[in-house]
C-alpha cells in the first residue's frame, strides 16, 4: 500500500540543539500532518499543513517548533531550540483530497533530548 | 472541543476468545469513526471506518458500530488469535478541519 517514509528513524541530540525530521509522503496526498507521541502514551496532534500553509496547529505546537515543505521536497518538522520534553515519537501522516478521510502515517522518527 | 475516551487501557485474551473494545466521543460536527491499529515499531494504520450511525464497519474479522444517542463506538472480534496482538486506537474524524483526534488507546495482549 501507500507508503510515508521518515527519516531519521532515531536522533539524539542535546537540548538547546536544533533537529529538523524528514517526511516523504505518499506522492499524489496533499495534505500532511505531524502527530507527537510520548512512550506508552496516545497519539497527539501537532499540525496539518496544505497548499504551503498550516491549516491548524495544536497547544503542543510551541513556538520552537516549524513546518515546511519547499518545493515539493520533503515535509519537515524543526524544532529551534529542542528541551527535555520534546523527547518523542514523532509521526509524520499524509492524505489526498476528500476521499475515506484516512491518514497514512509513517513508522515515525524517536527523538531523545540529553 | 472534541474528543475520544478509551477507558480500557489494556485488555489480556486467550486465543479464539471474544473481543469487544469501547469508547465514547464528543463533538459538534457529524462525527466520521475510525479504529487505528498500531503495531510495535510501526505507525498506525486504518482498521476499519464508519461514517453513518448504526451502519456496520467491516475488516479482517473486525467489527465496529457506533451509536449516536449515546455516543459510543465499539470494536468487536469473534475469535482473536495471537497476530491480533498490538494497541487500538479510537480515532474521531473531523472533514471540516481535516485532522484525526485519537483516543488513548487499547493494548491487547493475546495469551497463546
Known amino acids: 500500500g501507500p507508503k510515508v517514509l521518515q527519516i531519521p528513524s532515531h536522533q539524539i541530540i542535546d537540548m538547546g540543539q536544533m533537529v529538523t525530521l524528514n517526511c516523504d509522503p505518499v506522492?499524489?496526498?496533499?495534505?500532511f500532518y505531524w502527530y507527537k507521541q510520548i512512550l506508552g502514551q496516545q497519539m497527539e496532534f501537532l499540525v496539518n499543513?496544505?497548499?504551503?500553509?498550516?491549516?491548524?496547529k495544536s497547544k503542543l505546537f510551541k513556538d520552537q517548533f516549524s513546518v515546511e515543505r519547499p518545493d515539493g521536497s520533503y515535509f519537515t518538522l524543526k524544532i529551534q531550540p529542542t528541551a527535555l520534553e520534546d523527547s518523542a515519537v514523532y509521526f509524520c501522516?499524509?492524505?489526498?483530497?476528500?476521499?475515506?478521510?484516512?491518514?497514512?502515517f509513517g513508522e515515525g522518527s524517536k527523538l531523545t533530548v540529553l | 472541543g472534541d474528543s475520544v475516551t478509551q477507558m480500557q487501557g489494556q485488555v489480556t485474551l486467550s486465543e479464539d476468545d471474544f473481543l469487544f473494545i469501547n469508547c465514547t466521543y464528543s463533538?459538534?460536527?457529524?462525527?466520521?469513526l475510525f479504529w487505528y491499529v498500531q503495531y510495535p515499531g510501526e505507525g498506525p494504520q486504518l482498521l476499519l471506518k464508519v461514517t453513518t450511525a448504526n451502519n456496520k464497519g467491516i475488516s479482517r474479522g473486525f467489527e465496529a458500530t457506533y451509536d449516536k444517542g449515546t455516543t459510543s463506538f465499539h470494536l468487536q472480534k469473534a475469535s482473536v488469535q495471537e497476530s491480533d496482538s498490538a494497541v487500538y486506537y479510537c480515532v474521531l474524524g473531523n472533514y471540516n478541519q481535516g485532522k484525526l483526534i485519537f483516543g488513548q488507546g487499547t493494548k491487547l495482549s493475546i495469551k497463546p
Open positions: 506522492s499524489n496526498h496533499l495534505y
Open positions: 463533538t459538534t460536527w457529524y462525527p466520521t
Open positions: 501522516a499524509s492524505r489526498n483530497r476528500g476521499g475515506t478521510g484516512q491518514l497514512y
Open positions: 499543513f496544505y497548499n504551503g500553509k498550516v491549516m491548524e
